[in-house]
């Protein structure tokens, strides 16, 4: 981070009046863009101390990202994150998906558990698995009402829930974003510049792509290193192990070749994967000796690899 000392702060100020600029950066729809020295600065002051703070005990940082909704993100953040809690890891899951909260319904935990209020911030809610994940989400408030948020009120949970939880000691966070490019996007990542990477997701199609290129692009904008892309649906495994594709295969492997980022891995389709969703129970747990509980597993251990390395 640069430093910037008083008479240089003050130079600063005067241009960015001139060109008024508020320094409510936190605010700022130039924010990516902007190369003043005092945006990290003026930020860092203000909310991102609290986020910083409490997330210190956290060991690595992913997101999971998509171009658009239907494609599988949260069906790969659930499955990553109880995937790396089957290894013995301690893992929260940060449901930032806030009109679309589907990782505690997915975990078995929506309706029956609650986020509460402790001396420390919020308390996340633990899976009921025995694998100890927790997760902080939406869901665990308004489980079932439509509440319609406006972009303060969007913030301000960002804000709540990256700033006023208690996180604790923790191996990863793994966060499942709202699909797209949205503000909602682009907040969580201001609010996380130590961001060990995102993990985009897509479907092979060429639509869907450029979708998910966009996504890729802005977390590379954001300043997160982009770890690399899943593809869904990427073929069709049979009840009786058999693998077919009669579907478009191939479309995340050309994209991570043309982002000249890794290709992760493919989840093939299985008659199971979204009943398992609807059931509360995640794939990977149900079914651990399955294609795809093979292919997460691979995914995970190649993203853990990657974090290790850039800590090192
Ligand atoms: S991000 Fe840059 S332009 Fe925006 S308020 Fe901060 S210093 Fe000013």
Same mark, same amino acid.
């Given at each position: ?37 005092? /945006?990290?600065?003026?930020?860092? /002051? ?13 060991? &690595? ?12 993100? #949260? ?25 679309? #909260? ?42 079932? +009402? ?7 009120? /969007? ?11 208690? &996180?604790?000691? !923790? ?11 949205? #503000? ?6 201001? &609010? ?20 998910? !290129? ?68 995640? &794939?990977?747990?149900?079914?651990? +000796? ?6 997460? /597993? ?15």
């Amino acid at each position: 981070m640069a430093e910037v000392n008083e008479t240089e702060d003050r130079e600063v100020l005067k241009i960015n009046i001139m060109m008024k600029c508020d320094f409510k950066c936190e605010d700022c729809e130039k924010f990516f863009e902007c190369n003043d020295p005092m /945006r990290e600065k003026m930020f860092r /002051r203000r909310r991102m101390a609290g986020a910083i703070k409490k997330m210190k005990g956290i060991k &690595y940082k992913v997101a999971i990202s998509a171009g658009k909704g239907g494609v599988g993100k #949260s069906l790969l953040s659930t499955n990553l994150a109880t995937t790396l809690a089957m290894m013995g890891r301690k893992v929260t899951i940060l449901d930032q998906d806030l009109d679309g #909260s589907t990782i505690p319904k997915m975990l078995g935990i929506q309706g029956t558990k609650k986020l509460q209020y402790g001396r420390k911030g919020m308390i996340p809610a633990t899976d009921d698995l025995g694998l100890g994940m927790q997760v902080v989400s939406l869901g665990l408030i308004y489980p079932d +009402d439509v509440i319609t948020l406006f972009h303060q009120m /969007r913030r301000g949970i960002t804000e709540e829930f990256v700033a006023n939880v208690d &996180y604790g000691e !923790r191996d990863w966070l793994i966060i499942d974003l709202p699909p797209g490019t949205s #503000s909602d996007s682009c907040n969580l990542l201001q &609010y996380i510049p130590d961001l060990d990477g995102t993990v985009v997701i897509t479907v092979s199609p060429k639509v869907a792509q450029l979708a998910a !290129r966009k996504a890729t692009l802005l977390a590379a904008k954001a300043g997160s290193r982009v770890l690399g892309i899943v593809e869904n649906m990427s073929g069709y495994v049979c009840e009786c192990g058999e693998e077919f594709s009669f579907l478009l295969k191939g479309g995340g492997e050309s994209l991570a070749n043309e982002l000249n980022v890794p290709f992760l891995g493919r989840i093939p389709m299985d008659a199971q994967i979204s009943g398992t969703g609807d059931e509360g129970v995640p &794939y990977v747990y149900k079914y651990p +000796d399955n294609v795809i509980s093979k292919n997460l /597993r691979e995914v995970a251990l190649k993203v853990e690899k990657m974090v290790q390395e850039g800590k090192e």
